[in-house]
């Protein structure tokens, strides 16, 4: 069987690709050996934020895993529906990239022009003694099916999927140790971000310890001992009925290409440049299985409709330099563009302003945890370079930001523009006011 392109993997990169080469009259064959959707949809973002939303010490631990996977299944369905209205071939089994423009799946054979790789990306396990142990879990094993009831958890590593698991099983009433090996949880996010969500964790009764180094789990599911050397140099152990480690994830390239085939890897992920060529003709990457990506299902999404593009010879539809990142903890995280330390790193000189929580209607109407909005600009132009926010609704406030410094507004264009009164969305104009005043 022949076609336009072939794409291995249906995640958010993997089918937005597919979307968008059927929408321009390309032939496509989707590879997927487990479930489409991929990580976002049945085991990372979309499960998480289905029970983030339910977590609460009466909720119903059932209840929340069977309202998760009923949301899941509704969006799987309306992905698989597309694709088909689409005309995508899809087919179910592990695909292998056999040579430029050939990939196997099941003994039969496909031929493609152009070949796309969205394979993503597993969670990393870690190098120490234990960590095959029953009862250390990935978020793969706590988002799957019924999910797993645990009413102590030590979580190893203190990023994006650490804080979001904290959040959850403390919601719960879980008693909750995050055991971070750097000197603060979130560390790619602004200082202040980090050091917020730490006290909000804090107070919900998460014991955070940054500056950990976990040496060794014992023990059997239920009764687990996770011993570590913390900042002091002191010898610990904390005890907890589950593991979970969310130390990072790596990029599934294992068994991927023929033995014949050999494109540029770095530590297995592949090598791109930045319209997605690998080293190979005609084999394209996109995801959490390139080599330096940020991985987020929205950067995946946005690679796959410019690889698209790229192959068709047209330029990029998604700008991919200014890529919003989120995380659900309660209050929400999110930042755009630049912190300002990243900004003064670059030997910028920049303005900052902020507006807090304590003075927004909304937030105070909604007892809303303590937060801000944290606007970084040039100094001399007042062109807003980043925003780091920490308050209800951060997720979806940010996107005004990304547009802002997407189109190169300055701090008074975008304190000029009326923001509805009373919600979140004022400690934007009301930092930008700052900034100019
Ligand atoms: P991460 O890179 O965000 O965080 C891993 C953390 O583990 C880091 O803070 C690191 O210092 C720490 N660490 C590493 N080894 C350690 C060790 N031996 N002991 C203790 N700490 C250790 O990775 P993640 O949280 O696993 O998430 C994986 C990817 O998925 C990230 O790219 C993340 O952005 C993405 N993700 C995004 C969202 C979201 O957008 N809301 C949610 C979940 C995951």
Redesign the pocket.
Known sequence: MSFDIAIVGGGPGGYTAAEEAAARGLSVVLFERDLVGGTCLNR??IP?KALLHDAAPDASFEAMHARKQAVVLQLRQGIEKLLKQRKVTLVRGQATIEAPGVVSCDGQTYEARDIVVATGSA?ST?P?PGVELPGVYS?NDLLEGEGVQLSSLVI???????V?FATMYASLGARVTI????DR???PFDREIAQRVAMHLKKHGVAVEAS???TGIQGEPGALTVSYVDKRGNEKAVEAEGVLV????HANTEGLFSASLAPELTRGALVCDAAGHTSVAHLWAIGDVVAGN???AHVAEAQGRNVVAAICGDDPLVETGIVP????TSPEVASVGLTESEAKAQGMAVRTAKALTGANGKCLVEGSESGFVKLVADASTGTILGAQLVCPRATDLVAELALAISLGCTATQLAAVIHPHPTVSELVSSAARALVQ
């Open positions: 990372g973002c998480t969670p870690i120490v978020s190893v590593g203190g990023g994006v999927i650490g979001e055991l971070e090996a750097t949880i979130l560390p950990a180094r976990v969310a130390c990072g994830r940020i991985q987020l990142s989120c995380v659900y």
